[in-house]
Each structure stands twice: as C-alpha cells, then as structure tokens.
C-alpha cells in the first residue's frame, strides 16, 4: 500500500512542475518576462492557478461522493422508499464557482426532497426544496459576498498598482 502512495505523490508532484511550466509558458507568451516583473504578477498566476486546481478536485470529489451514494433511500418523514437521483448546482467556494454534483432524493407520498444523511444514523444537513437554505442559492442572490482571493477585480488592481510601481 506504500508503493502505492509513493507512487500516486510522484505523479502529483509531476504534474504539479507541468502545470508550473505551462503557467511560464503563458506568462512568457504575455510578455510578463520582458522587464522583470513585480514578484505579484508571479504570485497571482500561481494563485489562479492554485484556484483552478481547487475548483477541479472539489468538482471530482462531489462526483465521488454522489457516485458512492445508494440508489434509493427512506424518507425521513414517512419512511417510504424514494429513488435517488443526483442533480448539479453551482456553488460558491473560497477558489471561486464550482458545478456541485449531489445526491436528492423526492418523496411523492410526503411531497418533499430531501438529501441523503451524511454518516449512518445521524440527520442529514440539507433542508427540504421548498424552504430557503442559508448557505444556497439563494442566499447568493441575495448579494452575499464571499471571499475571492485572486478574483478578477483584486488581481486588476493588484497588477496595475505593481505597473505603477514600476
């Protein structure tokens, strides 16, 4: 099992220097390397794409954590039989938006959906469909703000203070 991790570490650190170097690559094509530039043009482009790497691990982990859920779960309310389907949504993280795959679950009987419980004999964390959730969509259209390190706006601003510096 060793070899294993030994292996699997080799090859992220691997592809770690590959996306290193395809981010120089960029850069170069942009000129960055021209002049020497301000270290926070090199430090926003690693963290792009520190964000970007994020933001596909936590996509491949909702799918892994939907694909390992059962085909049918009880009602909590009525303890009927209720197939389980999965569905996706955007979401906000701190890396920026993510498609999230999760697993929901409709009772006809009750005329509710309801998401599976996170661990065996504990109450799950979703609420039903029909009522807001504070951490959902909801809640972002209502203007809420996350904290965006590298957005858009900030790396603007960061790289014209750096040119004005220079």
């Not at 661990?119 to 807001?132: N, V």
């Amino acid at each position: 099992m060793d070899a294993v991790r030994v292996a699997r570490e080799a090859k992220r650190q691997e592809l770690l220097l590959q996306l290193a170097e395809l981010m120089v690559e960029d850069q170069v094509e942009e000129g960055v390397f021209l002049e020497t530039p301000h270290y926070s043009v090199i430090e926003l482009a690693a963290m792009n794409l520190g964000h970007q790497l994020s933001r596909q691990a936590q996509q491949r982990a909702a799918r892994e954590v939907a694909a390992r859920c059962p085909a049918e779960a009880n009602c909590p309310t009525c303890d009927a039989a209720c197939v389980v389907q999965t569905q996706t949504r955007q979401v906000r993280s701190l890396s920026g938006p993510v498609e999230m795959t999760e697993t929901v679950a409709h009772c006809r009987r009750c005329r509710r959906s309801f998401c599976l419980p996170s661990e065996a004999g504990k109450p799950s964390r979703c609420l039903p469909a029909t009522s807001p959730r504070p951490w959902g969509r909801e809640s972002d259209l209502q203007g809420r703000r996350w904290p965006t390190a590298g957005s858009e706006g900030s790396n603007r601003r960061l790289m014209e203070r750096s040119a004005s510096e220079a």
